[in-house]
């Protein structure tokens, strides 16, 4: 019987069941043990909707998905399992590589404004008071046009609230120092761990995901992911991140005929590991709506019991590889996976799962009105790029070539709230320099001494100097003088000290307002 990869636009998983691609965008699971083909599945659609223009995005946890810039090659499995298929054709897919810490890809940056404190209290592991502190940060930053790009722009951002809480704590609550020393500690963790890669400018363009090549296939963004899968909270926040602005950034699109883009998550259990409630309800919002938005969500991982319930209810197109009941826990794993599906009168569905081979899958996918179809055993269409990691020098070769290299490749270290608050003391310092220093009158020491007594005296204060970014805030305001002592001011040195504080608002003002608040703070 001769097969076709594509039927009336329709794409091939497996023996007869075919994806429709206006039901693609209703999401989808791939599930499976370690080593049953769950890669090849995934290469499969990703090659797919890429023949169809739909951009893709995908993480590569071993490497291995990278084969998709390389041609493939024909060997006995993959004879087997197409054929019949008239129009499988071995060949590469347009491909461009990414890599949050940019040794293996363009660099992926994200501004901290743009994490925001919800995405950013999951990264550093916060308590519900240590996430309060934050977002007062933020709400600060905010409100007095500080943009915080990195993480020392946070540190600077911190300390200064901390240091001026008699004047914050009114209006948000209280600030506690000690929870402000600890998000600081695991910002040094975080730093270790590649954050300063990461954090920062120029910050990715998403519309830059969304693009097909000269014949119109879809471009296959590949994040490696390798490194990455080490620090499981950047990997799972990154991807929320990225999830959320998807939502916020792209139009309405209704029921389109087919994707405007497909995102695969893989190892989908780091990303609902631990998480609240209340942050678990906004994921179940956003997978609900997104479709309406063209974009199709496909989580991939060992069992359907990794996917919490709200978030499995919404993944229509289903794909099992097998799952090895050893234990009573693997059992139950089973159990759950078999009743995911809509039974088959032919065979018990627990039973095949335990039994399939490597590239087998049981299927079950929505039809025309969206209803699941009743579930089929199926053999994995092979994919057509090539199976397992590209060469190194190939990689290079591809990401010297990419059109965003020269607008990713290179950091910037553009003006924000640490550089504002340096360049601000700095320019004070510098007119409090040129104020001329009148010399006592030698020939009238009694006009000197009386002097003092017409004069206004400053207060005096005590306690330790207030500093920004390691910089002392009262010897740049105050004439320079060490805190607690009194001190004269003469009518130049006042003229100076508000001509500095002028400039110094008229500077905040003018930041760059509209910062992208904490994303899923946003949403509603």
């Not at 946890?61 to 004879?79: P, T, W, Y």
């Not at 497909?262 to 942050?279: K, N, Q, S, W």
């Amino acid at each position: 019987m001769v097969r076709k990869m594509f039927v009336e636009d329709k794409i091939l998983i497996g023996g007869d069941v075919y994806l429709l691609p206006k039901m693609a965008n209703r999401h989808g699971l791939i599930a499976g043990a370690t080593g049953t083909g769950k890669t090849i599945t995934l290469k499969t659609l990703a090659e797919s909707f890429s023949d169809m223009g739909v951009p893709v995005f995908l993480a590569d946890m071993k490497g291995d998905i990278s084969g998709l810039a390389k041609v493939g090659e024909m060997n006995d499995n993959v004879a087997k399992r197409v054929e019949g298929l008239d129009s499988f054709k071995l060949k590469s897919y347009p491909v461009e590589f990414w890599d949050l810490f940019g040794e293996k890809g363009l660099p992926v940056r994200v501004t901290l404004s743009e994490m925001g404190p919800v995405l950013l209290s999951k990264i550093l592991n916060l308590t519900e008071a240590q996430t309060g502190v934050l977002n007062i940060v933020f709400r600060v930053a905010d409100e007095e046009s500080l943009l915080i790009i990195d993480i020392k722009d946070l540190k600077s951002m911190i300390n200064y609230v901390v240091e001026h809480k008699d004047v914050y704590e009114p209006k948000y609550g209280s600030i506690a120092t000690k929870s402000a020393n600890t998000i600081l500690r695991n910002l040094i963790t975080l730093e270790d761990q590649g954050g300063n890669d990461f954090f920062g400018e120029p910050a990715l363009d998403l519309d830059d995901f969304i693009r097909v090549d000269d014949s119109g296939c879809g471009v296959i963004n590949i994040l490696d992911s390798q490194k990455l899968s080490l620090s499981p909270e950047i990997y799972s926040s990154f991807l929320l991140w990225m999830l959320s602005s998807l939502y916020e950034q792209l139009p309405e699109v209704g029921d389109a005929e087919k994707p405007k883009f497909v995102f695969f998550f893989d190892e989908a259990h780091l990303i609902f590991d631990g998480m609240g409630a209340e942050f678990l309800k906004k994921i179940e919002q956003i997978t609900r709506l997104i479709r309406s938005k063209g974009v199709g969500l496909y989580f991939i991982s060992q069992s359907p019991a990794d996917i919490p319930d709200e978030i499995l209810g919404q993944l229509g197109n289903r794909i099992q590889h097998a799952l090895r009941a050893y234990t009573p826990k693997d059992q139950k794993a089973v159990k759950v996976a078999a009743q995911t599906f809509r039974p088959n009168p032919e065979f018990d569905t627990a039973d095949v799962i335990s039994n399939l081979g490597i590239g087998e899958a049981l299927v079950s996918v929505l039809d025309e009105q969206g209803v699941p179809s009743i579930v089929e055993k199926v053999n994995i269409v092979a994919p057509q790029s090539y199976i397992g990691p590209i060469d190194e020098n190939v990689r290079s070769d591809l990401i010297n070539l990419s059109e965003f290299k020269d607008k990713y490749l290179e950091a910037v270290d553009n003006e924000s709230a640490y550089e504002i608050l340096a360049n601000k003391i700095n320019e004070n310092q510098n007119m409090e320099s040129e104020v001329p220093v009148t010399p006592p009158q030698a020939e009238a020491p009694s006009v000197q001494e009386e002097a003092p007594q017409n004069q206004p005296q400053e207060q005096q204060s005590s306690g330790e100097p207030l500093t920004i970014g390691g910089f002392d805030l009262g010897s740049i305001l105050g004439g320079g003088q060490p805190a607690g002592k009194k001190t004269k001011k003469t009518t130049q040195q006042k003229a100076v000290e508000k001509a500095a504080t002028t400039a110094a608002n008229t500077v905040a003002r003018e930041v760059t307002r509209g910062i992208m608040r904490g994303l899923f703070g946003q949403m509603k």
